[in-house]
């Protein structure tokens, strides 16, 4: 039976992803070769690349000056890529938790970081609105959803600088302005794909803005990927082929406005119980919460039955629902494939777990 599975990542993929990667693994196309097998350089492959590449462009709405690349490294690796290229003297991060953290201290390493707003006064449990830009930094980098937090931005922000923005876990789930943005990525294990390969959408234009007097070597370039089209060493073909496929559901599902309604619906739905249900209680507030990443906690009085809840949703066909190891608690993934159903069963099992344990 399958589960209904709120993983945080790797995420749920939609069983077009699954079923047409798994026909592939046997034989792609007619080519007599597995997605496994064939090489990166063939025009079987090429096909499938461009593909995913036309599809990401179609269904974001990126424009023609913007390029698409797939690489390793996670968005961990982007944390650093990021400022070796274009830190000269000084960044500005918004600071909404774990992952921003770690972008911060990679980008120490290459300039001076200017911290312009954070939410740790509170724990992370909001997202910092009406900060002011600064003028004088070579871009802006923030986080747009926080996984573990989950705390969430829904607006493309106006700046006077260069916007960089980690949407790991957010992307494709709303219609986006990507004009506002200089760049955008994130790994691909979060919405879009299995875990291995990370996007980034680049506008062109900044691919000749490096720090000019800084030696970056080739594998760390944006430049070395747009120009050899994700393939100056050789890519992660299934999982390219992979997003391409949720790619395809997504514009067939009628695009990221669909998706949007859909995650609306969904997270209404789960915020609604946790006012209503005794024995759970949200954590973050409201206007800040995700609406990928739902974390929750057992209510005051309640603390001791955080296993007991896990184990029960064990018996229910639940998985993913424990909290990231840092901060402990649940939280329910609620990516573009998880359906309403999916969020009934974990509903019906927080209602059911109240009525068995309410004081």
């Excluded at 915020?271 to 507030?285: I, S």
């Amino acid at each position: 039976m399958r589960k209904h599975i709120f993983n945080a990542g790797p995420c749920k993929l939609p069983d077009m992803t699954l079923e047409n990667t798994a026909k592939a693994v046997n034989e792609l196309g007619n080519c007599g070769q597995s997605i496994l097998e064939v090489s990166h350089r063939s025009a079987d492959f090429q096909a499938v690349y461009d593909e995913t590449v036309a599809l990401f462009k179609e269904v974001l709405n990126i424009p023609d000056n913007y390029s698409v690349i797939f690489l390793g490294g996670g968005a961990s690796m982007q944390f650093c890529m990021i400022p070796y290229n274009f830190l000269g003297k000084k960044a500005a991060y918004v600071n909404t938790g774990v992952w921003s953290k770690k972008a911060i201290a990679e980008a120490k390493l290459w300039g001076e970081v200017e911290v312009i707003a954070s939410s740790e006064d509170r724990n992370f449990t909001y997202y910092p609105k009406g900060f002011k830009i600064p003028s004088d930094v070579d871009y802006l980098h923030i986080t747009s959803n926080n996984t573990i937090r989950g705390t969430e931005i829904f607006e493309d922000l106006d700046s006077p600088v260069p916007v960089i923005a980690d949407m790991s876990s957010d992307i494709c789930s709303r219609p986006v302005d990507v004009t506002k943005y200089m760049m955008i990525y994130g790994g691909c294990q979060k919405n879009l794909g299995p875990a291995g390969a990370t996007f980034v959408i680049i506008r062109n234009d900044y691919l000749d803005k490096v720090v000019a007097d800084r030696k970056i070597p080739t594998m760390l370039k944006y430049q070395t990927h747009v120009e050899n089209g994700s393939m100056f060493n050789t890519p992660p073909c299934i999982n390219i082929f992979a997003v391409g496929q949720t790619l395809k559901w997504i514009k067939q599902m009628g695009g990221v406005e669909a998706m949007e309604r859909m995650a609306i619906e969904r997270c209404d739905a789960l915020y609604a119980e946790f006012d209503r249900n005794t024995v759970f209680r949200a954590v973050v507030e409201e206007g800040s919460r995700s609406r990928m990443n739902i974390p929750f906690v057992m209510a005051e009085g309640y603390e001791e039955l955080e296993k007991e809840f896990l184990d029960f949703c064990k018996s229910k066909n639940i998985v993913g629902v424990k909290g990231h190891r840092l901060v402990g608690g649940f939280r329910a993934s609620t990516y573009n494939a998880c359906t309403m159903d999916d969020v009934r069963a974990l509903i019906a099992a927080m209602q059911e777990f109240e009525k068995n344990h309410k004081k």
